[in-house]
C-alpha cells in the first residue's frame, strides 16, 4: 500500500503561483514515476506533469513553460510549482501512482486526497 497526501492548494489571483506538495508513504520502493493529475467541474480528470524516480519529466502542452514538477527520493515528496496561474487552472489536483504511463490510470492505482486549486480572475 502506498498512502499519499497532498497540500498546498488555495486561492490565488491570476498571475500568481503556488506549490503543491505530495508526500508519499508505505510501500514506495517500488514506484518509479509519480504525477499530478487535475479535474475541474464537469471536466475529465487531466493528468499535467509526471516525474520518474531518475527525474525524467513530462507536462501537458497546457501547462509547460508554467509549472515544474521535482522529487525529492530521499523524503518521498513530490512537488508542482505552479506559476503564471491562469483561471483554466482552477480544479482539484491529485497526487497518483504508479504512473505507469502518461495520462492512464488503472484500478488499484493511488491516489491522493486531492487539494482544490482556485485561480480568480
Known amino acids: 500500500q502506498v498512502h499519499l497526501v497532498e497540500s498546498g492548494g488555495g486561492l490565488v489571483q491570476a498571475g500568481g503561483s503556488l506549490r503543491l506538495s505530495c508526500a508519499a508513504s508505505?510501500?514506495?520502493?517500488?514506484?518509479?514515476?509519480i504525477g499530478w493529475f487535475r479535474q475541474a467541474p464537469e471536466k475529465q480528470r487531466e493528468q499535467v506533469a509526471l516525474?520518474?524516480?531518475?527525474?525524467?519529466?513530462t507536462y501537458a502542452d497546457s501547462v509547460k513553460g508554467r509549472f515544474t514538477i521535482s522529487r525529492d527520493n530521499a523524503k518521498n515528496m513530490v512537488f508542482l510549482q505552479m506559476n503564471s496561474l491562469k483561471p483554466e487552472d482552477t480544479a482539484v489536483y491529485y497526487c497518483?501512482?504508479?504512473?505507469?504511463?502518461?495520462?492512464?490510470?488503472?484500478?488499484?492505482?493511488?491516489w491522493g486526497q486531492g487539494t482544490q486549486v482556485t485561480v480568480s480572475s
Open positions: 497518483h501512482a504508479p504512473a505507469a504511463s502518461w495520462g492512464t490510470y488503472f484500478k488499484g492505482d493511488f
Open positions: 516525474i520518474t524516480r531518475s527525474g525524467e519529466i
Open positions: 508505505g510501500s514506495t520502493s517500488g514506484i518509479d514515476a
